[in-house]
């Protein structure tokens, strides 16, 4: 089955730590996203990379930090300048950004929770 | 900048009642639109889209017509079922800003049996 996985689903941190969310695709995707989702919120872009071992910076990319070593991999960590990283992380990827009719598809999401 | 505004909830239906939900939108480019479901708990499932005006999105029941005159994009359903309960999200995608979504705030909507 072709889709976004996102690992783990639950996450607890104790304040102060990193930690790395992980997101991986297999629908031969050139782009993938990552989005913050606050109780009773719309979604905000964090990060977005368009090609393999290129990314820009989002909306609130204050606190994070990302990689995108190879097509199908694009982990977010949340590192301790975060202030505030209690939140639902969702992952998106999308065939070809350039496209005007470009759709994006999403992850199931992770549910991060800082102690 | 770009923006997506839809009606607050949550909206509270009877099983078989008529659902629409509004959506309204302010972009600098020619955007594509898109409704967006998220059941609890999950991840946003696409439920429609519409790339040019006067196109209508329709899926499960669910449809919405690209409006440029009113810059909107409602979703309405005729008979709506339990199942339906979920939020229901707006989105744009401008190509003059890199083909980046945009969201509302969502809406929540509960269907009561």
């Known amino acids: 089955d072709g889709g976004i996985t996102q690992s783990p689903k639950y996450l607890f941190r104790k304040e102060g730590q990193n930690v790395t969310l992980s997101c991986e695709q297999n629908?031969?995707?050139?782009?993938m996203y990552w989005y913050r989702q606050d109780p009773g919120q719309g979604l905000r872009l964090i990060y977005y990379s368009q090609i393999v071992n290129d990314f820009q910076k989002g909306d609130i990319a204050e606190g994070y930090s990302v990689s995108r070593e190879k097509k199908e991999s694009f982990p977010l960590t949340v590192t301790s300048a975060q202030k505030n990283p209690t939140a639902f992380y969702l992952c998106?990827?999308?065939?070809?950004?350039?496209?005007?009719?470009?759709?994006?598809?999403f992850g199931p999401g992770t549910r991060l929770t800082v102690l | 900048g770009n923006s997506v505004t839809q009606m607050e909830g949550p909206v509270t239906l009877s099983e078989e009642a008529f659902l629409t939900i509004n959506c309204t939108y302010t972009a600098t480019g020619y955007p594509s639109l898109f409704w967006y479901v998220q059941y609890p708990g999950e991840g946003l499932q696409l439920l429609l889209k519409?790339?040019?005006?006067?196109d209508k999105g329709s899926n499960k029941g669910f449809e919405a017509t690209y409006r440029k005159e009113t810059t909107s994009f409602h979703l309405e359903k005729g008979s709506v079922q339990v199942s339906d309960s979920a939020v229901y999200f707006c989105a744009l995608s401008d190509p003059a800003a890199g083909n980046k979504l945009t969201f509302g705030g969502g809406t929540r909507v509960l269907v009561k049996p």
């Open positions: 519409a790339t040019k005006a006067d």
């Open positions: 998106a990827s999308s065939m070809d950004q350039g496209a005007r009719t470009d759709t994006q598809y």
């Open positions: 629908l031969n995707h050139d782009a």
